[in-house]
C-alpha cells in the first residue's frame, strides 16, 4: 500500500528524485522545467519516465499556458506538503481526495497569479485528478454520457457520445504525462506495462475496457483506448432508444427466463456485451450463475454469481489460462447457466456441449456480421479444437444447442440495433437452418443523416413456442405477426 500510493501521488516517480525535483522547483518562482529522463520510443520506457508533471518537455509541447505552469507549480509544492505518511493509512480515496483540496485550496491563497473563483475550483479538480486520478482524462471518464475515450496520442482524443465521434479539446502534456497515467491505470488492476509487455488490456473496477498499447509497439506513441461499458443501458432502456421493440424485449425475456440458448452475434462495439448484459437480468435470481470472460464487463444483478476472468501469459510465457480451460472447469462448479462474455476460439465446442447437457439457458455472443456468418464462425472455432469431429456431427452440435441468435449492428449514424432475432432450426444439407422471427428494414437516411426505418414481424411462430409455454409464460397472441 505504502509504495503504490506514494507513487500514485508523485504520479509513479521515483521518490528521491522527486524530492530533488520538488526542492528544485520550489526554490525558483517560475518553475524551470527540470531535466528528467524524457520518455523516448526506443530508450529504458518507464522506468525512467517521471510524472509528466515534471519530465522534461519535448521540442513539440513547450508552451504551457499560465495556468498549466501554476498547477505545476502547485503539484510540485503539494507533494513538499502533504504528510504521504499520514495519506499512506488512508484507504479511502474520498478522504485523500478532500486532503489534497484543503492543500491546494491553501497553496493557492499564496498564489500570486490572479484566478477567478470558478478557475480555482477548476485547478483544484485538475490537480486532484492529477494526483490519485486519470489527469486531462478524468473529467472525461466522471461524464457519464461519454462512452468511449480513445486517446491516440497526448494531444489527439476522441469521445464517443450518442454513437458519434467526437474530438475532445483535453490534451496530455507529453509522451511521459499520457505515459504515466495508462501506468496507473494498468497498475491499479494489478497489471503492468513497459517494453517487454506493451500492451495491456484490462478492465477498470467499473466495468469499462481498457486497452493500452506503447511504443515500439505503437509506432507513434502510447494509445489508450477506454470503452466504457453500457452504463445504465436496462433492457427497457434499450427500448427506449430505439434498439429493439417493446415486443422484442418481451420475447427474448421469455426465452431466457425459459432457459433458451442464446448467442448474441454483432460486430466490434455494435453492443454485444451491453444487450448480454440486459438479457441476464431476466434470469431468475435463485440460479447459480458463472460468468466467463476475457476482461469481465458483465455486471449482472444477481446475489448468486461467480465471475471468472482469463488471464494471459506472464512476462516470461508462463501461466496462461484460457476460455477453454475456465469453461470446462465451470461446468465442475454446478452452474446452471453459464455466461461467456465472448467465444472466439476452442471454447466454443465445451460450451455448445455444455448447452446440449444439462445447462440450457446459457448465453454467449460472437463476432460476426450476419446470423449465418455467426454459424460458420462457430464451425471455424471448433476446427481450432483440433477434435476431427465430422461436419454433419459438428452442425448438429450446433443447431441442437443454439436456439437463437440476436444480431446487433452499429448503424452508420452510430445508432446501435438489434437487426434481427432468429431461430436456429435444423441441418438441412450443408448448413444449419435459421429462421427469422423479427428484424430491422431499413429505408434509408433522413435528411439528419439518421438511419430510417422499422422493425418488422415475419409472421412466424418459433417451433420452440411450447418451450415458453411449457415454462409457464404465456406470449401476446400476434407477437410473431402472425394471424390470430
Ligand atoms: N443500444 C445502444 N445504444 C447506445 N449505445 C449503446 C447501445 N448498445 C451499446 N452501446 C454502447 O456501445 C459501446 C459498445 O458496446 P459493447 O461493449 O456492448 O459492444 P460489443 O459489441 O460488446 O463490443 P466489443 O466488440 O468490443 O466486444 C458501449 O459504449 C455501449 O455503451
Ligand atoms: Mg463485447
Redesign the pocket.
Known amino acids: 500500500m505504502s509504495n503504490i500510493l506514494r507513487q500514485r501521488i508523485a504520479g509513479r516517480a521515483h521518490i528521491p528524485d522527486l524530492r530533488q525535483v520538488v526542492v528544485d522547483v520550489t526554490d525558483t518562482d517560475v518553475p524551470e522545467p527540470v531535466t528528467h529522463p524524457v520518455y523516448e520510443p526506443t530508450a529504458g520506457a518507464m522506468t525512467d519516465s517521471a510524472s509528466g508533471m515534471f519530465s522534461a518537455r519535448r521540442a513539440d509541447d513547450d508552451t504551457l499556458t499560465p495556468v498549466e505552469e501554476l498547477k505545476r507549480a502547485v503539484h510540485a509544492k503539494l507533494i513538499e506538503r502533504l504528510d504521504l505518511e499520514a495519506l499512506e493509512r488512508v484507504k479511502d480515496e474520498r478522504q485523500i481526495a478532500a486532503q489534497i483540496r484543503k492543500a491546494v485550496a491553501e497553496l493557492l491563497r499564496n498564489e500570486r497569479t490572479p484566478l477567478s473563483q470558478a478557475e480555482r475550483e477548476g485547478l483544484v479538480d485538475q490537480v486532484v485528478y492529477e494526483v490519485i486520478g486519470l489527469g486531462p482524462i478524468e473529467p472525461l471518464f466522471r461524464d457519464s454520457t461519454v462512452?468511449?475515450i480513445l486517446v491516440n496520442g497526448p494531444r489527439d482524443i476522441y469521445v464517443?457520445r450518442?454513437?458519434k465521434l467526437q474530438r475532445v479539446m483535453t490534451s496530455f502534456r507529453n509522451d511521459a504525462h499520457l505515459l504515466s497515467v495508462i501506468d496507473r491505470i494498468v497498475s491499479r488492476v494489478g497489471r503492468r506495462i513497459d517494453e517487454s509487455s506493451p500492451m495491456v488490456d484490462a478492465r477498470l473496477p467499473d466495468g469499462s475496457?481498457v486497452n493500452a498499447i506503447i511504443p515500439p509497439l505503437a509506432i507513434d506513441g502510447p494509445i489508450l483506448s477506454i470503452?466504457?461499458?453500457?452504463?445504465g443501458?436496462t433492457p427497457q432502456r434499450?427500448v427506449e432508444?430505439g434498439?429493439m421493440t417493446e415486443d422484442m424485449l418481451t420475447f427474448l425475456s421469455a426465452c431466457v427466463r425459459a432457459r433458451l440458448n442464446i448467442v448474441v452475434s454483432?460486430?466490434?462495439?455494435?453492443?454485444?456485451?451491453?444487450?448480454l448484459?440486459a438479457l441476464s437480468s431476466f434470469i431468475p435470481g435463485t440460479e447459480r450463475i458463472v460468468t466467463i470472460e476475457d476482461a469481465a464487463?458483465l455486471r449482472l444483478q444477481q446475489a448468486h454469481v461467480l465471475r471468472l476472468e482469463t488471464r494471459p501469459p506472464n512476462a516470461e510465457g508462463r501461466g496462461e489460462v484460457t476460455m477453454r480451460e475456465l469453461v470446462k472447469n465451470a461446468l465442475r462448479m454446478r452452474p446452471d447457466r453459464i455466461l461467456v462474455g465472448?467465444v472466439r476460439g476452442a471454447e466454443a465446442l465445451d460450451m455448445l456441449q455444455a448447452m446440449n447437457t444439462g445447462h440450457e439457458g446459457s448465453l454467449t455472443?460472437v463476432?460476426a456480421n450476419t446470423a449465418r456468418d455467426a454459424l460458420t464462425r462457430l464451425e471455424t472455432m471448433i476446427l481450432f479444437t483440433g477434435i476431427d469431429l465430422p461436419d454433419r456431427a459438428m452442425r448438429e452440435q450446433i443447431a441442437s444447442a443454439i436456439d437463437i441468435i440476436v444480431q446487433?449492428s452499429?448503424l452508420a449514424d452510430g445508432?446501435?440495433?438489434v437487426m434481427s432475432i432468429s431461430e436456429v432450426t435444423t441441418v438441412d444439407g450443408d448448413s444449419v437452418q435459421t429462421r427469422e422471427l423479427f428484424r430491422f428494414s431499413r429505408q434509408g437516411i433522413t435528411a439528419e443523416g439518421q438511419v430510417a426505418g422499422v422493425f418488422e414481424t415475419t409472421g412466424k411462430v418459433p417451433f420452440f413456442v411450447d418451450r415458453i409455454t411449457v415454462a409457464g409464460i404465456t406470449l401476446r397472441p400476434g407477437l410473431f405477426g402472425e394471424p390470430t
Open positions: 462512452a468511449d464517443e450518442a454513437g475496457r470503452r466504457r461499458f453500457g452504463s443501458l434499450l432508444v434498439a454483432g460486430g466490434t462495439g455494435s453492443g454485444k456485451t451491453t444487450l448484459n464487463e465472448e455472443t463476432h446487433v452499429r445508432t446501435r440495433r
